[in-house]
């Protein structure tokens, strides 16, 4: 739908609590696939 672009980064500063996601300014940790289309939902 275009609502969001997926992007590869090297490093978000944050690996001791990862996996994670960074959204606009935001950034997500301890992330599972089970959590992401209830995260992604916050941001409609």
């Not at 996601?21 to 916050?42: F, G, K, Q």
């Amino acid at each position: 739908d275009g609502r969001f672009t997926l992007l590869p980064t090297c490093c978000l500063g944050n690996c001791d609590k990862g996996p994670n996601m960074m959204i606009d300014e935001d950034t997500h940790s301890h992330l599972t696939p089970e959590a992401i289309p209830e995260l992604l939902e916050r941001y409609k």
